[in-house]
């Protein structure tokens, strides 16, 4: 059977296992890269380093935006132009994305090195942070190139059809991440700047097997002269990634905003500044961990869902979006059980403090994580706007949570609660941002049920 066939008519649950596992395993590798940094760096620098790597979190975040974006917009029009039987299409549409993501790397390098300080400032460096922050940030940001191009090479691989190389890839540089984290920082005792040359390492490693694996491309073909970009093609990458981007960018601004208020609202309680700036970011990026096991699931998905819409194969793609969102739930009930009734457990594994330190980092998890569950309706709804081409639905998803309602949230609930109303916000933007995806997704299903009874599509 070719790939196509099997896009097609293999059975949706076997489907989302194929390509949904590895891609959890791709994403939780990329957490991991933080958190292993995060580890070594508490264990032997102290949380002043684990608060470095929480305002340097904006600089991964801002790779991550450019980088999903042409990578999520060009694995979409691919899948779309497939389903459609347009080979050419494909193949332009994929040199065209790898072009941009070289380009945008190289640019997002030069940005971050040149305004490096007043950056961290602005994502919340205190004076004591910033040396530390300096140190890693200047060194992460070398490996941006090497970010972009894995994720949009490994993204291809992906939509071509073989999850699992990319899962390997993305293991194959986490592990050595790790080896060479614990080289740097203990042995060599580098520090912070050993933690970050490790990451860059590992990355690297990953994106040299994506490039490998090129020319091996089954129903993508790569040329070296569909690299030559077109207005055409770059406009529809983009508006198909540009809910990815807003994401991530939302993110950001949740960031930055987080981190402020944390040390504002920090300083006014008895935990000071430095410790909720470091516990808030701790939390963050184990949040990461949970929508890493979630998002695998849907975005691995997401040239099943494109293909089978562009082949007017409506049933199944209605079946995909059942599934998805009870595999999704399932494990956001596991994941926030664990996080409520082990928070000290977890906390721990980034450093040993003081009781007062402890204190805050309980109550800021149980806070923080206790409706993750619920955000499977989210990621679901996210792709398959995304997926099958209808990139406004999935743009009002991806500002929902992040701008119109956690943003709103961060700023007002503090002023009423302090330190605990920034926990709070968290639950409260799950909560609406929820509702607003379930309201989409029904309307949604109901119109692919319209569109099936009415024999326009199988």
């Known amino acids: 059977m070719t790939q196509e066939n099997i896009l097609g008519t293999k059975p949706i649950p076997r489907l989302l296992l194929q390509f949904g596992i590895p891609s959890v395993v791709s994403f939780l590798v990329n957490s991991i890269y933080n958190i292993v940094d995060q580890i070594f760096i508490g264990q032997r620098v102290g949380y002043l380093g684990n608060a470095a790597t929480t305002v340097t979190f904006p600089f991964v975040t801002i790779s991550l935006a450019v980088s999903l974006m042409i990578s999520h917009g060009t694995a979409a029009n ?11 299409r494909a193949d332009r549409t994929m040199a065209n994305g790898f072009c941009m993501a070289l380009i945008m790397g190289f640019v997002m390098l030069a940005i971050g090195q040149i305004f490096l300080v007043p950056m961290l400032r602005v994502f919340g460096a205190t004076d004591k ?5 300096i140190d890693y940030a200047r060194y992460y940001i070398i490996g941006i190139p090497f970010t972009t191009i894995g994720i949009m090479v490994n993204d291809e691989i992906r939509a071509d059809g073989n999850p699992a190389f990319t899962m390997k890839s993305m293991l194959a540089g986490a592990v050595f991440n790790i080896v060479f984290d614990y080289i740097f920082v203990f042995p060599l005792n580098m520090g912070v700047t050993g933690a970050a040359l490790a990451t860059i390492m590992g990355q690297f490693i990953t994106m040299v097997l994506g490039l490998w694996y090129l020319p091996r491309l089954k129903t993508i073909h790569f040329r070296r002269e569909n690299m030559r970009l077109q207005p055409q093609i770059v406009k529809s990458i983009l508006l198909l990634g540009l809910s990815s981007f807003i994401t991530q960018v939302a993110m950001l601004f949740m960031q930055i905003i987080l981190n402020r208020q944390a040390v504002k609202y920090g300083a006014l309680s008895k935990y000071g500044p430095e410790i909720p700036l ?3 970011g701790i939390i963050i990026k184990i949040n990461q961990i949970m929508m890493s096991l979630i998002m695998g699931i849907t975005t691995g ?12 194969k409506y049933t199944r793609v209605r079946d995909l979006v059942k599934v998805c969102m009870i595999v999704t739930t399932i494990i956001g009930v596991i994941g926030t059980f664990c996080l409520q009734m082990f928070p000290q457990q977890i906390i721990s594994i980034f450093g040993q403090e003081d009781a007062l330190y402890n204190e805050f980092a309980v109550m800021a998890m149980r806070n923080m994580t206790f409706l993750i569950f619920i955000l499977g309706v989210q990621t679901t709804a996210s ?3 995304q997926a099958v081409g209808k990139p406004k639905g999935s743009v009002v998803i991806s500002l929902s949570r992040q701008i119109a309602f956690m943003i709103p949230l961060l700023l007002i609930l503090p002023l009423f609660l302090g ?11 799950d909560i609406a941002a929820v509702t607003l995806c379930s309201i989409m997704l029904i309307r949604e299903i ?8 009415a024999g326009e599509g199988q």
């Open 129 to 133: 942070v910033l040396p530390y922050a």
């Open 419 to 429: 330190v605990r109303g920034v926990m709070l916000a968290f639950p409260g933007a």
């Open 78 to 88: 691919v899948g779309l132009s497939l389903g459609r039987k347009e080979q050419e």
């Open 301 to 312: 998905n997401q040239p099943v869902f494109s293909y089978n819409y562009g082949a007017r």
């Open 383 to 385: 792709v398959y706007f």
């Open 446 to 453: 109901m119109n692919l049920n319209r569109m099936i009874a």
């Open 278 to 280: 470091t516990v808030f």
